[in-house]
């Protein structure tokens, strides 16, 4: 069982920056391919982004590209999103996942399917 918590959430002004964190219960957290998917009001929960095992790979929805960068910390079982240069449309509720199963890390890693555990999500708005 994992447990994710998801932090950092809040109003932010168009332009800012926010960095939200995920904290992951359990041992194994270095194992798990980790990532961040966010979902917009009448909206599909759509992919962000997502971090390898080690963090040597990542993979970016084009909408993240240039202007977010996930990262993680696998002592302190938790990943991260740096998000920079906010705009409206990125507000959503943002949400961690883990992918606990030994896979190759490509850009299936996008689809939800490969998630098996996920967060109960925090709140981004950006608004003026």
């Known amino acids: 069982q994992v447990q994710l918590v998801e932090s950092g959430g809040g109003l932010v002004q168009p332009g800012g920056s926010l960095r939200l964190s995920c904290a992951a219960s359990g041992r194994t957290f270095s194992r798990y391919t980790m990532g961040w998917f966010r979902q917009a009001p009448g909206k599909e929960r759509e992919f962000v982004a997502a971090i390898s095992w080690s963090g040597g790979s990542t993979y970016y929805a084009d909408s993240a590209k240039g202007r977010f960068t996930i990262s993680r910390d696998n002592a302190k079982n938790t990943v991260y999103l740096q998000m920079n240069s906010l705009k409206p449309e990125d507000t959503a509720v943002y949400y961690c996942?883990?992918?606990?199963?030994?896979?190759?890390?490509?850009?299936?890693?996008?689809?939800?399917?490969?998630?098996?555990?996920w967060g109960q999500g925090t709140q981004v708005t950006v608004s003026s």
């Open positions: 996942a883990a992918d606990t199963f030994p896979r190759v890390f490509s850009p299936n890693i996008a689809m939800q399917g490969p998630y098996d555990y």
